[in-house]
């Protein structure tokens, strides 16, 4: 099932409409609008994300877990990391307006802020680098930064602990001389995740010049064009 079948209903109540409303706006009977919702048509997909201002890439997300291949990593079981704090997915805006980017950059911190309290030694043990990957304040500020730009990205750090323990190495990059935050490491590893509802995501981890260490630096949710 694609999200937009899902939670269409909840999406259309959470832009401030009824159902006559949008149906009225899709130029169809308000009866028909949970077939409507169920339409697999990319066209009229994209129609009503335009109608309900809200990523594309949002509504045809699949809400089915993905089968993870066994090349990659034995994964551990999905764990939801909505439960563990007060932040959820019904508390994100979808916008691209400055106050709403700025309500994601705050509700990330606020669920690193509780993720910090209910994991104090501030890491998870990653399946496929066989490695723990570390959360420093680092991580909570380029992630508070470049997530909140998108809905998707920032509904994908509500999945934290299965980020950082599923996702799968797929490069090494040098660090950024020239980027302030980078000086820390000596280079990045790029790894990804398939986050249930939401596709690929791309997690940053950098290793530390000084001990090896390796640090979450920046979880951001794929475009189309990005794979």
Same mark, same amino acid.
């Given at each position: !099932?694609?999200?937009?079948?899902?939670?269409?209903?909840?999406?259309?109540?959470?832009?401030?409409? =009824?159902?006559?409303?949008?149906?009225?706006?899709?130029?169809?009977?308000?009866?028909? +609008?949970? =077939?409507?919702?169920?339409?697999?048509?990319?066209?009229? +997909?994209?129609?009503?994300?335009?109608?309900?201002?809200?990523?594309? $890439?949002?509504?045809?997300?699949? =809400?089915? $877990?993905?089968?993870?291949?066994?090349?990659?990593?034995?994964?551990?079981?999905?764990?939801?990391?909505?439960?563990?704090?007060?932040?959820?997915?019904? #508390? *994100?805006?979808?916008? #691209?307006?400055?106050?709403?980017?700025?309500?994601?950059?705050?509700?990330?911190?606020?669920?690193?802020? *509780?993720?910090?309290?209910?994991? &104090?030694?501030?890491?998870?043990?990653? +399946?496929?680098?066989? #490695?723990?990957?570390?959360?420093?304040?680092?991580?909570?500020? $380029?992630?508070?930064?470049?997530?909140?730009?998108?809905?998707?990205?920032?509904?994908?750090?509500?999945?934290? #602990?299965?980020?950082?323990?599923?996702?799968?190495?797929?490069?090494?990059?040098?660090?950024?001389?020239?980027?302030?935050?980078?000086?820390?490491?000596?280079?990045?590893?790029? !790894?990804?995740?398939?986050? &249930? @509802?939401? @596709?690929?995501?791309?997690?940053?981890? @950098?290793?530390?010049?000084?001990?090896?260490?390796?640090?979450?630096?920046?979880?951001?949710?794929?475009?189309?064009?990005?794979?």
């Amino acid at each position: !099932m694609i999200y937009l079948e899902e939670k269409g209903e909840y999406l259309i109540a959470m832009r401030g409409m =009824t159902k006559a409303v949008f149906a009225e706006k899709m130029g169809i009977r308000k009866q028909n +609008v949970k =077939t409507l919702l169920k339409s697999k048509n990319l066209l009229t +997909v994209r129609r009503i994300a335009k109608v309900l201002e809200i990523p594309f $890439e949002t509504l045809i997300a699949s =809400t089915e $877990e993905p089968v993870i291949n066994e090349e990659h990593y034995e994964a551990e079981p999905f764990v939801s990391a909505y439960n563990i704090g007060e932040v959820t997915p019904l #508390d *994100i805006p979808v916008g #691209d307006s400055v106050e709403e980017v700025y309500m994601r950059n705050q509700l990330i911190r606020s669920y690193y802020d *509780i993720w910090r309290q209910n994991n &104090p030694d501030q890491w998870r043990y990653n +399946v496929n680098l066989r #490695d723990y990957i570390n959360i420093k304040s680092v991580s909570i500020e $380029e992630t508070a930064v470049h997530a909140s730009k998108r809905y998707l990205s920032t509904l994908a750090v509500l999945q934290l #602990d299965a980020i950082l323990s599923n996702a799968w190495f797929i490069k090494k990059v040098p660090s950024k001389a020239t980027t302030k935050n980078q000086n820390l490491f000596e280079s990045f590893l790029i !790894m990804q995740y398939n986050c &249930p @509802g939401i @596709g690929p995501v791309k997690l940053m981890v @950098g290793i530390k010049r000084s001990d090896k260490a390796k640090v979450q630096y920046c979880i951001t949710s794929l475009k189309s064009d990005e794979l």
